[in-house]
């Protein structure tokens, strides 16, 4: 009978920690919103405490009054205070939570970099939501400097990001609790949302707006890492692909250039430049595959490419039919790009 | 009484359950590709005097698919088939929307030209697309000539569009013969 509660409990607190938590916050964003939350939580508990605290006071109250009718004035008038400061806590706690919003939101909106109140040059990044992955493109005037990656969002610490959210199919939703709310994504137009991460770690972003079939597996790997971290990963991302270097590898190369695998994905430096599909550039630096429905392993991987509507049914990649052999040279090529 | 409601719910559910067939997704092909036959035969028109092959009975799956019409109108769109065809109504390319078909238009023909190409500009797409993915396109512009059932084409097209929805789309009847636009070879 002790069981259910604690279950419960372990429940509702396995929410509390880990990756994808809005009470765990790493961004400014998600910071502000969680202190206003606190307020919110504290305002509205004592004013819960107090209702059901008169409320047994009244019920305790009113067998005694029944015996003694005759103090019935005398508990009117303590009433009658009572109330006065019940009104009282009322305004005063509706006026806190009016100004702590309205002071959450201005400060909010000034740490924006686009208000011209922050000197810091903000990073600029375009996510293109699809059934059922995450394009992502940092952007740059000099076309040399950008990076199109996908399923994974590098952030470094301190540094305002703008992300310009846009999607080719239906409406997604863009959320990584840790940094802040939602901003949808919806198709021919484009939405901004501002971050600006403060602690360093690994996170999960979910799709927050059902898309389909796969709308479940639609995750995104945030890594947010300190600045000279972040500048290595960008130098190395800025990198065409590895050529392949032994033979098993060089037997996928030519199986991925030849077949339809090309037709969709794009590896830079290689003659495959298909755009439906994820960019596969720099594809073993990745922590997961199939937008975080598998961490990237060979296994998973040519687990994926032998069968991909097996992990992530309805996914648009088809069937191919790969031979075995051509499979775990496809496998040993991919895995070697890093 | 009782019997008469049983037949009404078993005529209900055989109604209700008619209808699942054409949205069956068939996220891996149907047959899968390894155990299909042979790859598509080569159009009969580019063998000197031979009969036209029988239809494909694939054909006829596929176009009787809901879902794979709608990866086809994707596919049509993502491999650009639009840039040659416009949306149907031809441009470079010869319009798909009317009954008129150089290299026949069966499901099976269409996917012979897919894969294979043509003279003046159609590109061989084989090793660019799979089998199914062919087939799924082939049933979509199959469709455009509402040569597929009324309940499985698209109802909404995915780009701006002077035309009614393919659900409204009048059947064009194939013409034309196979091979009649090839040229430099004997039809």
């Not at chain 1, 998600?30 to 509205?44: D, E, I, T, Y």
């Not at chain 1, 740059?140 to 990001?161: C, M, Y």
């Not at chain 1, 939703?173 to 021919?188: E, H, R, T, Y």
């Not at chain 1, 392949?244 to 495959?272: L, N, V």
């Amino acid at each position: 009978m002790r069981r259910p509660p604690l279950l419960i409990a372990a429940l509702l607190l396995g929410g509390c920690s880990g990756e994808q938590s809005a009470l765990d916050p790493a961004g400014v964003h998600s910071g502000a919103v969680l202190n206003l939350f606190g307020l919110f939580f504290w305002v509205c508990l004592i004013a819960f405490a107090l209702v059901i605290g008169f409320l047994v006071i009244a019920m305790l109250q009113a067998r005694r009054v029944d015996a003694a009718r005759s103090e019935r004035s005398e508990h009117d008038a303590i009433a009658s205070r009572l109330l006065r400061g019940w009104i009282v806590f009322i305004i005063a706690g509706l006026l806190v939570l009016t100004l702590g919003s309205y002071f959450t939101d201005r400060n909010l909106a000034l740490a924006a970099p686009d208000t011209g109140q922050s000197n810091r040059v903000p990073i600029r990044i375009k996510l293109t939501g699809q059934q059922w992955w995450w394009q992502v493109e940092y952007e740059d005037p000099n076309a040399s400097q950008q990076i199109r990656t996908a399923n994974e969002l590098h952030l470094p610490v301190g540094v305002p990001v703008h992300i310009r959210l846009e999607s080719i199919d239906v409406i997604h939703s863009f959320w990584v609790p840790n940094l802040a709310g939602k901003q949808d994504m919806i198709p021919g137009r484009h939405n901004d949302i501002e971050l600006l991460p403060t602690r360093a770690g690994h996170y999960r972003s979910q799709c927050a707006e059902f898309c389909g079939l796969q709308h479940a597996h639609m995750a995104l790997d945030v890594v947010i890492e300190p600045m000279a971290d972040w500048l290595k990963w960008r130098a190395q991302s800025l990198q065409p692909a590895k050529a392949p270097a032994t033979a098993e590898e060089k037997a996928g190369y030519a199986y991925f250039m030849e077949h339809q695998c090309s037709a969709c994905h794009s590896i830079a430096g290689t003659p495959a430049f298909g755009t439906v599909g994820p960019d596969l550039t720099h594809f073993a630096s990745r922590p997961s595959i199939g937008a975080g429905t598998v961490p990237n392993t060979r296994g998973h991987l040519e687990a994926w490419i032998a069968d991909p509507q097996g992990m992530k049914e309805g996914n648009h990649m088809p069937y191919l039919a790969v031979p075995p052999d051509k499979l775990h040279a496809l496998g040993a090529y991919l895995r070697s790009l890093s | 009484m009782c019997s008469r409601s049983l037949a009404g719910s078993a005529v209900m559910a055989m109604l209700l359950l008619s209808a699942c067939q054409r949205e069956q997704r068939e996220s891996r092909g149907q047959p899968l590709a390894e155990t299909a036959p042979t790859f598509v035969q080569l159009p009969s028109v580019l063998i000197a005097g031979s009969q036209p092959a029988p239809a494909d009975p694939r054909g006829k799956l596929y176009e009787g698919n809901a879902y794979h019409i709608s990866e086809g109108q994707r596919l049509f769109e993502q491999f650009n088939c639009s840039g040659c065809h416009a949306h149907g109504g031809g441009d470079i390319g010869p319009p798909l929307m009317d009954d008129e078909w150089r290299y026949g238009g069966q499901s099976d023909q269409i996917v012979a030209s897919i894969a294979y190409g043509w003279p003046n500009g159609m590109p061989s797409f084989a090793d660019k697309l799979t089998e199914q993915q062919m087939w799924q396109i082939a049933a979509y512009v199959r469709s455009m000539s509402g040569n597929v059932p009324k309940d499985v084409a698209s109802s909404r097209a995915d780009e701006l569009a002077s035309t009614p929805p393919l659900t409204r789309t009048p059947q064009q009847p194939i013409k034309g013969e196979p091979g009649g636009g090839l040229q430099g070879v004997a039809p």
